[in-house]
């Protein structure tokens, strides 16, 4: 049975979520440490951006800056995400530690069945977009919840979050979120271009059960039904010193900054943190 630390993070802000997201695949090593899954919050509501995506295209950065709002740039893919009220989850591992396939697409459904088997402990029926005959593949948007991919989560024909993944070799990272309660409101005040129907084409967790589900009920299932799909041990962890530091050197040097989150730029990160 393989271990796998587990770490539920303090509620930190948006720059130092993405920092510590990133110093964890950094430092990882196959052979000398064990894969990891984290569970975090938001401190503050935030918006991050696909690696790719061009803010002053994707969002409404006035309304953003009137209301408090920030962005950060992720180093992951895929589109805008507004992030509040929800669980975030991500892990670092080899294509080994859970027998992943070659593919990133077909490797989604083999991570994100532990999200659905949780579901299915709330009492919910989960399917992925593609496994039904009606799927069609979503235009691109600004705001993630907006598209359709083959792998989504739905639930009753709604998309319930998000993920996305990065590769370095053998070595896998994923993260995704899964709101909490929805704001539509502040959705459509932060992304610029069609959202399309978001009231009647995405859905909560709270509302898909309900009722209100909080940040620890819900990271608790997800923690057992991860050790139960992938059989795994769990030990309970926390940042190592040098994770830490080297997080806090992506959060000023990297995430930060106006060069990485507006241009993609990063630099003078090779002086500090390794």
């Known amino acids: 049975m393989k271990t796998w630390r587990v770490i539920v993070s303090p509620d930190i802000d948006p720059y130092m979520?993405?920092?510590?997201?990133?110093?964890?695949?950094?430092?990882?090593n196959v052979n000398k440490q064990m894969p990891v899954l984290r569970?975090?919050?938001?401190?503050?509501?935030?918006v991050s951006i696909?690696?790719?995506?061009?803010?002053?295209?994707?969002?409404?950065?006035?309304?953003?800056?009137?209301?408090?709002?920030v962005f950060v740039r992720r180093m992951t893919g895929g589109e805008g995400i507004y992030h509040d009220a929800e669980i975030t989850y991500s892990m670092v591992c080899s294509k080994q530690d859970l027998e992943l396939p070659d593919s990133v697409r077909k490797s989604f459904r083999v991570i994100t069945n532990f999200i659905l088997?949780?579901?299915?402990?709330?009492?919910?029926?989960?399917?992925?977009?593609?496994?039904?005959q009606e799927y069609l593949h979503g235009r691109a948007a600004s705001f993630c919840y907006s598209t359709r991919e083959h792998f989504d989560v739905m639930i009753d024909g709604k998309?319930?979050?998000?993920?996305?993944q990065k590769r370095k070799g053998d070595i896998?990272?994923?993260?995704?979120?899964?709101?909490?309660?929805?704001?539509?409101?502040?959705?459509?005040?932060c992304f610029k271009?069609?959202?399309g129907d978001i009231e009647n084409n995405i859905i909560s967790l709270s509302q898909a059960c309900g009722k209100e589900i909080n940040f620890d009920a819900g990271?608790?299932?997800l923690k057992k039904s991860f050790a139960r799909v992938f059989s795994i041990k769990a030990l309970k962890s926390f940042l190592s010193e040098y994770e830490l530091d080297l997080a806090h050197t992506l959060h000023r040097k990297k995430y930060k900054t106006e060069d990485w989150n507006y241009f993609r730029l990063c630099r003078n990160m090779k002086k500090e943190g390794g």
């Open 219 to 221: 990271v608790n299932k």
């Open 39 to 46: 569970f975090y919050r938001w401190k503050i509501p935030a």
């Open 193 to 195: 271009g069609k959202l």
């Open 117 to 132: 088997d949780a579901y299915r402990e709330f009492g919910l029926k989960p399917y992925y977009a593609g496994d039904t």
């Open 159 to 164: 998309k319930l979050g998000g993920n996305a």
């Open 172 to 189: 896998i990272f994923q993260h995704g979120a899964i709101p909490l309660r929805l704001n539509f409101p502040a959705i459509k005040r």
């Open 50 to 69: 696909g690696v790719s995506q061009k803010p002053l295209e994707a969002l409404n950065l006035a309304s953003m800056r009137a209301r408090n709002i």
């Open 17 to 28: 979520n993405m920092a510590v997201d990133e110093a964890l695949l950094q430092t990882y």
